[in-house]
């Protein structure tokens, strides 16, 4: 295998950048979810073969760059974010060599390569771990892992009250190579997941180490899973409640969001800056606010970061414009681009969010109205592709795909569904493998059926049956990332121009371009603020006035 680094975008290609020396400022970049993309080899799980394979497809697409999730050598007790080595491929997806070539196929289509990283823990099957287990208390390898002794008269209570993510104490007590009961380890997420030490000098090490490998390897950047969660409160204090999962997010936690995390990410960019091409980090990092977003997107840090407080936001037009405003003012001080994201792999699509009532979280169990959710899906796409900034298409989406909300408990995989007061445990529904054609076993995902059920409803949903269908949710899609692309006035920038609009709808301008929402359940009238560019229902223009439909965006050329 030979290694090598980035390629330059070729400037002709479909997925060009407007922006060479920054083209993360206004990239559309499209989440890859190996095992549920395509199958390469017929074995019913993705791989990369079956990534490759399909990567043309992203590139008439219209995307910037493609994030694939991990791929990497793993028990895959956490769908591969418990990571036993990474720097090899788990079999399941393929080999390094399979991975050279993917890179290599998609810089020549003019696609970037984003890899996931996840240094917050390793998997138990690490060969730190599984060392420091093995050699038992005194071993020096115990020091990159959080291991202390529990409390109680006989070490009987878990270190402190720290809840794991998925449900129950974030600590797991050991057993002693004699049999008997040992010390505890941290994993804020499964117990197959073990938190590693970053205070220790061998993990900041090796984790550079890491990321010049895979640069080397040609990767364009990494997506940092849990970047929030690498450094915690000196002491491991207690926190002192017994329900912590609704505090996520709403304030800083000793294990989340540390100042610390950040002289991490400083020392990592310089590794990044060494190398050609503009290579870029990504963080993953629940925040309480958008401002401390920021902090991990100053201009010594990281590119860009997920606004997940977007994500969560009700189809609602003052609510909307609040984040949007929130989002665009926090990013503004540090130069970093905002970032927009409806959907992902954790969360339920938002064309089933938007099926159901407002208030009902990210992870949802009912398919609600599925035509009316659709149709603010469509919707919601054109507002947040049409925002200055950087915008995430998760698989699947550009298909109008719903949650597959139905799957029957023997065929669920989330570790989290499996563990009490954890998670709502639902997250197969928006990892169920897409379709691609209108029949096969698998909707054409691959010849040996697929890891998780389709619904019937799939083979309409396909690719196939979309492609060259006018006002299809896929050329919907294609198009609006063609015009996002050629029109001057869209993609970059740090600001929008709001404008006069009835309750329940928001109208901005942006150099040459405005953007009518209406999210409510009623068509609205308003002036006509130019030439439709596109809309993602049909509208019809009668002199200077348009009735603007219900749940619909309009884009105007002005």
């Known amino acids: 295998m030979t290694q090598h680094l980035a390629a330059p975008v070729n400037s002709t ?48 697409l219209g995307v910037d760059a493609v994030w694939l999730s991990p791929f990497y050598a793993s028990p895959q007790a956490d769908a591969g974010y418990d990571v036993a080595d990474y720097r090899a491929i788990d079999p399941m997806f393929g080999t390094l060599p399979d991975a050279d070539a993917l890179i290599r196929d998609a810089h020549d289509l003019g696609l ?37 002794p529990g409390k109680g008269d006989n070490g009987e209570l878990p270190p402190n009250d720290w809840e794991s993510i998925f449900g129950g104490p974030a600590w797991t007590r050991t057993t002693g190579p004699d049999g008997t009961p040992g010390d505890w380890y941290l994993h804020l997420f499964a117990p197959e997941q073990p938190d590693l030490n970053w205070e220790h000098p061998a993990v900041a090490d090796e984790f550079r180490s890491i990321l010049r490998f895979w640069l080397d390897m040609g990767v364009d950047g990494f997506r940092v899973d ?97 984040v949007i405003d929130t989002s665009l003012d926090a990013m503004r001080p540090v130069g970093a681009p905002t970032t927009w994201v409806l959907s992902n792999h954790d969360v339920t699509r ?30 919601a796409t054109l507002l947040m592709l049409s925002l200055p900034g950087s915008a995430y298409v998760y698989q699947g989406e550009e298909l109008g795909l719903p949650d597959v909300t139905d799957l029957p408990d023997e065929v669920r995989q989330d570790p989290s569904f499996f563990r009490a007061e954890g998670q709502d445990g639902f ?3 928006c990892r169920v493998p897409i379709p691609w054609t209108r029949g096969g076993s698998s909707y054409g995902f691959g010849d040996g059926g697929s890891w998780l059920p389709q619904p019937d409803s799939w083979g309409e949903l396909s690719v196939e049956a979309q492609t060259g269908v006018p006002g299809s949710t896929l050329e919907l899609y294609r198009a609006a990332i063609a015009a996002r692309r050629a029109h001057p006035g869209l993609g970059a920038g740090d600001a929008v121009q709001w404008l006069d609009a009835p309750e329940g709808v928001l109208v901005f301008a942006r150099p040459g371009f405005v953007c009518t929402v209406n999210t409510t359940g009623r068509p609205v009238s308003l002036p006509a603020p130019g030439n439709v560019l596109l809309s ?23």
């Not at 771990?129 to 390898?141: D, K, V």
């Not at 002491?235 to 912590?244: A, C, F, K």
């Not at 407002?358 to 149709?375: H, V, Y």
């Not at 229902?537 to 050329?557: C, F, N, Q, R, S």
């Open 226 to 322: 849990v970047a929030h969660g690498l450094v915690k409160a000196a002491g491991l204090p207690d926190l002192g409640s017994h329900d912590q999962l609704k505090l996520l997010g709403n304030d800083v936690m000793p294990f989340f969001d540390q100042d610390g995390v950040h002289a991490i990410y400083r020392s990592w960019r310089t590794i990044l800056d060494e190398y050609p091409g503009a290579r870029i980090l990504v963080a993953e990092a629940w925040t309480p606010t958008v401002e401390r977003t920021a902090n991990y997107v100053r201009p010594d840090e990281m590119h860009q970061a997920f606004n997940f407080q977007y994500l969560g936001t009700a189809w609602d037009a003052a609510e909307l414009r609040a």
């Open 112 to 148: 970037r390569v984003i890899v996931d990283l996840v240094p917050n823990h390793s998997s138990d099957r690490h060969d730190w771990f599984r060392r420091a287990l093995a050699e038992g208390p005194g071993s020096a390898l115990r020091d990159r892992y959080h291991f202390r």
């Open 536 to 558: 993602s229902t049909p509208v019809a223009v009668d002199g200077d006035a348009i009735e603007l439909p219900a749940d619909t965006t309009v884009w105007w050329t002005v």
């Open 13 to 60: 290609s479909g997925a060009a950048s407007a922006h060479q020396t920054g083209w993360w400022q206004d990239a559309v970049i499209y989440q890859v979810y190996p095992r549920s993309f395509a199958d390469g080899n017929g074995d019913g799980m993705g791989d990369l073969a079956g990534v490759r394979g399909r990567l043309p497809y992203l590139g008439e």
């Open 350 to 379: 938002h064309a089933t969010r938007f099926a159901n009532p407002p208030g009902l979280g990210t992870q949802i169990r009912t398919p609600g109205d599925r035509e009316l959710g659709l149709r603010r899906a469509r919707a």
């Open 427 to 429: 997250r197969d529904g």
